[in-house]
């Protein structure tokens, strides 16, 4: 999609395997295949891009608020229609079960239509008029300019939207780059981008980050870099804005989430929630429980029950019933992750559940590895995958220092009942991270909420509500009382 038309493409393509096999010997199936774009191309559809916006004068950044909510409503209304060939690609190109394959999709039309409603309440209160010292003030939002997005391969869906969506409401256009692995799901929609918006406000690339992404950001002419994904590609990419102060940053990044449980916690509730905080999408989400702290009264008991929980999980397609675990898009990530179980292993940790690091071509059953220390690359690590570090602790204040001596500061789930001792334990956490979840596991939901992190975690915040105005500037027009 480039400049409001759908590209008949007769250049290099990249052709796009399944992550499931439909066969016993793992014989990936040929999806699909995007166009392998070149630097010329790319500067193409920025020029697109910079076209509609046309320095601030463009149809779509001049364009009234109600309109350009009309256009999100015809958007939004025809997205649904792909419901099911979005989820079908959701399941066959990143293994996501079904029930996780249409929860992303569905929420994904409710941050839209959230987005909406926000977007005029934000309109509505811009309509203000503000008086201080006889200067009259109409305060508006403005768009930024030129957006570049690339979205994660976890939620290629609903992650990349989460950038998109807001960045095109509030006047600016776009050019996105989907994600490696769930790049074809966005084919669907193509055709209601191009119905819903006028030309150039929305445009894709396609290809090598270093190929397309690199020399877009080397023209100077992005004002906004949204990128969820990991430091090492953002930095790379900022690195090649030739003017860095022009540049705002939109990034949601790594996690190591800790799970936390006291001994006085109810340990059914945080067995279940550290399954599920661990193990959701086999551990493939920057909101994750990444390392476990259990205290040594409680270990033997949690160790014992959590290991049985682990092993009794069901490995299977995602449209299999009750499926807990499914493959893993990225090829290399076994292999990795059963490198970590090595180094562990050789610096004195031992994988405590029977199935732990059983190994296949696409595919390692999650192994749990105790007891984790400092100096094992599982502990220091974002895995983002099926491995679960538990480390025993006897002291809280130890594991506040390493929170505080992490990299990271997304959230931290906290396991416990006395409130007495855990009022104080949360004051601290949320100077060092930005969500504390209590009795629960980490999460990015609601999208209402703020969701964001300190450190090397995040660089502004998403929610509904903060993006609208991480995608925009305000502005005023001044009047005098005379
Ligand atoms: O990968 C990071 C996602 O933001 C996680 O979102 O907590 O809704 O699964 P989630």
């Known amino acids: 999609l480039n400049d409001g038309k759908l590209i008949d493409w007769n250049g290099k393509t990249d052709e796009v395997f399944s992550t ?5 010997d793992y014989q990936k199936t040929l999806l699909g295949t995007v166009p392998h774009m070149d ?11 910079c076209h509609a916006f046309d320095k601030g004068k463009g149809l779509w950044p001049t364009m009234k608020v109600a309109e350009r909510i009309a256009c999100m409503e015809n958007f939004v209304s025809k997205m649904k229609l792909q419901r099911e060939a979005v989820v079908k690609y959701l399941m066959w190109e990143i ?101 819903s918006f006028p030309a150039g406000v929305v445009n894709v690339i396609y290809g090598r980050g270093r190929e397309v992404a690199a020399p877009i ?36 990044l790594e996690a190591k989430n800790p799970g936390i449980i006291l001994p006085d916690a109810d340990l059914d509730l ?17 909101t994750a429980l990444k390392i476990l702290y259990v205290h040594e009264s409680i270990q033997e008991e949690f160790l014992k029950r959590f290991a049985e929980k682990v092993d009794s999980l069901k490995f299977g397609n995602p449209w ?35 199935k732990g690091g059983e190994i296949s071509e696409n595919f390692i059953f999650p192994a749990v590895l105790f007891p984790v220390t400092k100096d094992m690359n599982v502990y220091q690590e974002e895995q983002f995958g099926p491995v679960i570090p538990v480390k025993p602790f006897s002291e809280i204040e130890e594991i506040l220092e390493e929170i505080a001596d992490s990299n990271y500061g997304q959230q ?48 502004g915040t998403l929610s509904v509500h903060d993006a609208l105005r991480s995608f925009s500037i305000r502005t005023f027009v001044a009047s005098k009382d005379n």
């Open 39 to 49: 630097k010329e191309t790319a500067l193409e559809v920025l020029e697109s891009a």
């Open 20 to 24: 499931i096999s439909s066969s016993e």
């Open 95 to 195: 293994g996501k079960s079904m029930p996780d394959s249409y929860k992303e999709f569905d929420r994904t039309v409710e941050y839209i239509e959230d987005t909406i409603e926000d977007y005029k309440d934000l309109d509505r209160d811009s309509a203000k008029f503000s008086k201080k010292d006889g200067v009259y003030a109409h305060i508006r939002r403005g768009p930024l300019g030129i957006v570049l997005c690339l979205g994660p391969y976890n939620y290629p869906l609903n992650e990349t939207f989460a950038l998109l969506i807001p960045a095109i409401i509030m006047g600016n256009t776009v050019i996105f780059k989907p994600a490696k692995h769930g790049v074809l799901l966005i084919s669907p929609l193509l055709e209601a981008f191009k119905e």
């Open 412 to 459: 931290v789930s906290l396991f416990g009942k006395d409130i007495c001792e855990l009022a104080p334990l949360i004051d601290t956490l949320v100077n060092l991270v930005c969500r504390v979840n209590l009795n629960s596991s980490c999460q990015r939901g609601p999208d209402v909420f703020p969701f964001t992190g300190r450190k090397d975690s995040a660089v």
């Open 217 to 252: 950001m080397q023209s100077g002419r992005i004002d906004v870099l949204a990128l969820i994904g990991n430091s090492k590609s953002a930095i790379a990419l900022q690195d090649q804005h030739p003017y860095k102060n022009r540049l705002r940053l939109v990034l949601g």
């Open 270 to 286: 945080a067995i279940s929630e550290c399954i599920s905080g661990t193990l959701s999408f086999n551990g493939q989400r920057c």
């Open 320 to 354: 299999d019933e009750n499926v807990n675990l499914t493959p893993l898009p990225e090829p290399e990530k076994p292999a990795y992750i059963q490198g970590l179980i090595e180094d562990a292993q050789q610096k004195g940790a031992k994988i405590i559940n029977k």
